[in-house]
């Protein structure tokens, strides 16, 4: 099979003595942030509602962005994403043999990068998949990926023999794959709390964000390749839902909070 995740806004730029890959798509992050760094500090801020700080830092990576940047200035794409997501795929703690795994996999969908490996070389960014910036292909980043993305994700699954797709990311990002052009059985996991105050299970933002990178982790791990075994998910006390589940939305519920 082959999963999705979504990055995630906040970095963590720890060196890491880890072998990296080039992107597929590093020309068209050069092209995307020389883009970015034209704009004002203004139409930035607005771009991704940002505080100045936030402008600023962001202004200043797209002008330092390189086309062929040097290793102490890029980190894998696994490792360089922090917090939500990340919490749950843990990829540090990843062993050698399950990082390879990973790398034929796993992949990070991305406004700058498109679709990254696990140990793609990224630098230091920030620009969401619903950012409205305007380029040669359109008036946003989905209408700069959108047929990209679906082919990439087509070839990838098509590498590994695959005709499966597991999408655990959130819809911004996965809204950029076009439906149409993607050849995959898509399978989509649900994960929901249940606060036993009567109004029945509910999505939690942080939590079901964690737990997608999770349930990465967990195919990962477990090198799955049988989409009904993600079943049998049950990091952070999650346990699948038969009656509430259908073949493609599978449900995963639990307490909250989660004891």
């Known amino acids: 099979m082959l999963v999705v995740i979504s990055p995630a806004k906040r970095l963590d730029w720890d060196a890491r003595e880890v072998a990296t890959t080039q992107p597929d798509f590093q020309e068209d992050a050069v092209r995307l942030a020389r883009t970015?760094?034209?704009?004002?500090?203004?139409?930035?801020?607005?771009?991704?509602?940002?505080?100045?700080?936030?402008?600023?830092?962001?202004?200043?990576?797209?002008?330092?962005?390189?086309?062929?940047?040097?290793?102490?200035?890029?980190?894998?794409?696994?490792?360089?994403?922090?917090?939500?997501?990340?919490?749950?795929?843990?990829?540090?703690?990843?062993?050698a043999e399950e990082m390879i795994w990973a790398q034929d996999h796993l992949r990070i969908l991305s406004g700058l990068y498109g679709v990254l490996r696990p140990l793609d070389a990224i630098q230091p960014?920030?620009?969401?998949?619903?950012?409205?910036?305007?380029?040669?292909?359109?008036?946003?980043?989905?209408?700069?990926?959108?047929?990209?993305?679906?082919?990439?994700?087509?070839?990838?699954?098509?590498?590994?023999g695959s005709e499966v797709l597991i999408n655990c990311a959130s819809q911004e990002y996965f809204g950029a794959v076009a439906p149409s052009a993607l050849k995959l059985r898509v399978i989509t996991p649900q994960f929901m709390e249940d606060k036993g105050d009567g109004k029945g299970p509910k999505i939690v933002s942080f939590f079901a964000k964690k737990a997608r990178g999770a349930m990465a982790r967990f195919i990962v791990q477990n090198r799955l390749t049988d989409p009904e075994a993600i079943r049998e998910f049950d990091t952070g006390g999650y346990v699948w839902q038969r009656g509430a589940s259908t073949a493609d939305k599978p449900v995963f519920l639990r307490p909250y909070p989660a004891a």
Not at 59 to 71: L, T, W
Not at 129 to 152: E, P, Q, V
């Open 36 to 95: 970015a760094r034209n704009l004002t500090l203004g139409k930035l801020k607005g771009l991704m509602d940002l505080s100045d700080d936030l402008a600023r830092l962001n202004r200043d990576r797209f002008q330092a962005f390189e086309e062929a940047p040097a290793a102490d200035v890029t980190r894998p794409a696994a490792l360089a994403f922090a917090y939500d997501t990340y919490q749950g795929l843990e990829a540090g703690s990843l062993d």
């Open 125 to 160: 960014y920030r620009l969401e998949m619903g950012s409205r910036l305007k380029t040669r292909r359109g008036t946003n980043l989905y209408d700069y990926w959108r047929d990209t993305l679906s082919k990439a994700l087509n070839a990838q699954a098509q590498a590994i």
